[in-house]
């Protein structure tokens, strides 16, 4: 006998899906997503819905981002976010993409990493929503016995088959027995958690596909793997990187990341405009069809954009005031009211800025100086090193960049 359909619930499924494929590079598979959502909506169990974190850094950028926009998006649909701290893989470090083993690190660091991580982390989920999980929770206690018993649940043959690890045996670089373990860790983390489904970038679905491995050996449903693109940085060329320094973060003040916004070319702009400015796929295609009929003007849709990358993390009123703030300065060449200001000593150009806390090292002022970064409002660029600021620079402004000011007092 055919199976009846509730009306109402196809609907749901209907409505959930194309919300939450929208913006998605892959899912796999696909009709057991559409399948979960229906028991899900019928039976009004939430989904359990997984991303991981290596706590290999504390700064969070707006590439990653991606994934946890998307989980939120879950938990305004009544899912489950599960967030996985990877406190144990941390310690080995994500082969992906890595021509080369990533340098341990120490518990302390990843403990002092995942709590930095998760302040972030919570200003994009919900985090009532949300449950937390570390990994030492599970692999800590792990016996030899164990890890041999998760070790005969996949084979060599696959985990070599990982572009990555074929590439370095390939190119005979090194590769390391205990770098195979990652994949298998992090499926193993699905079982433990019982993930429906599973978020991570393009670069990771071999690891996510390893989770439903792991779950079907253990009796499990196997959880369907959500994969999101890996955004372009500001540079316009590669990936998002803090190591690239072509990044937005988290933590970045809220002028900065208005101008970081501003400061990428057009292509981008589209992209992030689908992935991070939480548009729903109409929003997105008028705002794309606007912009190729040339009815909206690159400049504007960019402030926009701008606007509500700043709006989503700091509030409306914040993004409405970067973006006035922005127009002042670069439209009308005015110096911002809030331009910090500095009581000259008699001090070196370098040990003004470190001072002045708008700059992290000494290394970092020589950098500017040595890119012609550094100068006075409305005068000449400052190269010299050695230069002292005395009181004939008294009432006169430095602009470091493009976005940072200093009255000198």
């Not at 027995?177 to 991570?200: N, R, T």
Request: hydrophobic share 35%; proline share 3%.
């Amino acid at each position: 006998m055919e199976e009846i359909l509730d009306p109402q619930v196809e609907q749901e499924v209907i409505r959930q899906f194309k919300l939450l494929s929208f913006g998605v590079s892959e899912i796999t598979p696909e009709d057991e997503f559409k399948g979960m959502l229906r028991r899900s909506i019928a039976t009004k169990t939430p989904l359990r819905v997984k991303c991981g974190i290596d706590p290999t850094g504390s700064d969070v950028h707006l590439g990653h981002t991606v994934p946890y926009r998307k989980m939120r998006q879950f938990q305004e649909l009544g899912h489950i976010g599960v967030v996985i701290i990877g406190d144990f893989t941390a310690q080995i470090g994500d082969p992906t993409g890595k021509n080369e083993s990533r340098q341990a690190l120490s518990r302390e660091d990843v403990d002092e990493n995942a709590k930095k991580y998760l302040e972030q982390v919570f200003q994009i989920v919900d985090k009532d929503k949300t449950e937390v999980h570390f990994q030492s929770k599970w692999f800590d206690d792990a016996s030899l016995k164990d890890v041999i018993s998760w070790a005969s649940q996949t084979t060599v043959a696959k985990l070599i088959s990982h572009d990555t690890f074929k590439k370095r045996l390939e190119e005979g670089s090194t590769l390391s027995l205990h770098e195979l373990f990652y994949p298998m860790l992090q499926g193993y983390d699905s079982v433990c958690v019982k993930a429906d489904v599973e978020l991570g970038g393009s670069d990771q679905k071999f690891n996510v596909l390893m989770g439903r491995d792991y779950q079907k050996v253990n009796k499990q449903r196997p959880q369907v793997a959500m994969l999101l693109p890996i955004i372009t940085g500001t540079c316009g060329t590669q990936k998002m990187s803090k190591s690239l320094n072509n990044y937005i973060g988290i933590l970045d003040e809220p002028f900065d990341k208005f101008g970081k916004v501003m400061s990428i070319s057009d292509d981008v702009m589209v992209e992030y405009y689908k992935y991070v400015a939480q548009l729903s796929e109409e929003e997105f295609s008028k705002i794309e069809q606007e912009l190729k009929s040339g009815n909206m003007h690159p400049n504007i849709a960019k402030k926009d954009l701008a606007q509500r990358v700043v709006a989503f993390f700091h509030g409306d009123e914040c993004g409405a005031e970067m973006r006035a703030k922005f127009e002042a300065v670069f439209a009308k060449g005015k110096i911002p009211d809030d331009a910090p200001e500095y009581k000259l000593c008699g001090e070196t150009l370098v040990t003004l800025l470190v001072n002045s806390k708008l700059f992290k090292s000494a290394g970092e002022v020589r950098r500017l100086l040595k890119q012609n970064a550094v100068g006075l409002v409305d005068g000449e660029k400052l190269t010299d090193m050695e230069l002292i600021l005395d009181d004939t620079f008294k009432g006169k402004t430095l602009k470091v960049g493009k976005r940072k000011f200093i009255k000198l007092v």
